[in-house]
């Protein structure tokens, strides 16, 4: 097949969502497809239009290109909401010339919506106020779901995702599908679980209120006032250490490390010198950093939503608690630090479970749908 795999977002391997479409594309080349990767730079490298209208520009500026291009490719893989321009023409100008249309999905808008307005209602909300919620509704949720809507064929990285996309937009059965995110070989590794207590606690992302950061910070301001010896590392949270550390208590900053950025190849490293990996996630898609850490047996401690409830089962594989509750995320990290045979049992069973989810395994599942989606074009094409 000749596939496109469009995404709104800069050429970083490293980034989340563009390193899925990297593996994707590197993956669906080794089992023979030729594959073109369009990302922000390459259809929009001049933006025009104001900051908070460029996702519909790319979406615009990517739909002509594809109409322009069409006879190169047999399918598109355009990462949601891009595509919902593109699905549209599909729609109402039915073609032979025009490939078929398959959107990925990362997360779920509906949940988004949900977790943050209870957290607005705690104050805890940063970027989802009562002008925000009207923007989002307005003009993010509508790209989604006309980009969920007018698609062929659909992958979802979480369950929930998946069921309400095919059942809010009505999809017919076997047309939108679940494909998790993967895990490189590299992160399998041998780990030494060693002796209680484990105080070397790991946070990894992006160092927003969505990802549960303020219950984060109650969780382990409580345990460090217990536990003397007790540190947290936040890495990749693309923000200054000044910036992290003034959310918690003055008396135990000096026990919170920050690196803002890291590399790739430094990653594993950065999972095989902690004990526990925290998470305490108000809603993800199916986090990079959660298989990562459970690929080099590490315990996990997170929230029971999303696709980390895809992932994580409780008392087999990880801990999980609900989300925006410090007072049992802290229990749950407790129950870790002073057991080392419950951070055994978990963390090896952790690395069991993401064996199942190597880049080729899920990559395999994506390819299934762009076959689909490709036979479904109608012969008259060519």
Known sequence: MRVLIAIDAPRVKEAGAAGVAFHHATELEKLGHRVQLWFHDDVLPKP?????????????????????????????DIH???????????????????????????G??????????????????????????????????????????????GAVVNREGWL?????????????????????????????????PANRLLFVGSWLDRKGVYYLVDSFTELARRMEHLTLTVAGCQRSPDDVKAFFPPEIRNRVLVRP?????????????????VLPSLMEGMPLVLLEAM??????????????????????????VPAADAQAFARAVDRLTTDA??????????????????????????????????????????
Not at 49 to 75: C, G
Not at 86 to 105: N, R
Not at 359 to 376: F, G, M, Q
Request: aromatic content about 14%; hydrophobic content about 40%; glycine content about 4%.
């Open 164 to 196: 309400i996309s095919e059942l809010k937009h009505r999809h017919a059965f076997g047309r939108i599908w679940y494909v998790p995110n993967g895990v490189d070989e590299e992160f399998f590794l041998t780990r030494d679980f060693g002796l209680p």
């Open 341 to 382: 045979n419950l951070r055994h049992y978990l963390g090896l069973n952790a690395q069991e479970t993401v064996r199942r989810y190597t880049w080729p395994k899920v990559t395999s599942r994506l390819e299934h749908i762009l076959k689909l989606a490709a036979e479904s074009r109608p012969k008259t094409a060519d």
């Open 80 to 106: 949601a909401p891009s595509g919902c321009l593109y699905g549209m023409y599909h729609k109402l100008f039915p073609s032979a010339q025009l490939p078929p249309y398959v959107f990925t999905m990362h």
């Open 261 to 277: 950025q890291l590399s790739r190849s430094e990653m594993p490293q950065i999972y095989a010198s902690h004990d526990i990996f």
């Open 295 to 320: 690929a080099t047996a590490m315990p996990v401690v997170t929230t029971n939503s999303s696709g980390m409830a895809d992932l994580v089962e409780h008392d087999y594989n990880g801990l999980l």
């Open 48 to 76: 025009r239009w104001p900051l908070k209208l460029q996702a519909l520009e790319f979406a615009a500026t990517l739909a002509r290109r594809i109409r322009e291009n069409s006879r190169q490719f047999d399918v598109v």
């Open 108 to 153: 779920c808008e509906e949940r988004y919506v949900v977790a943050m307005r209870a957290e607005d209602r705690k104050g805890r909300s940063d970027y989802f106020r009562w002008k925000n919620r009207a923007w989002h509704w307005l003009y993010h949720q509508r790209m989604f779901d006309y980009s969920i809507s007018t698609a062929d064929y």
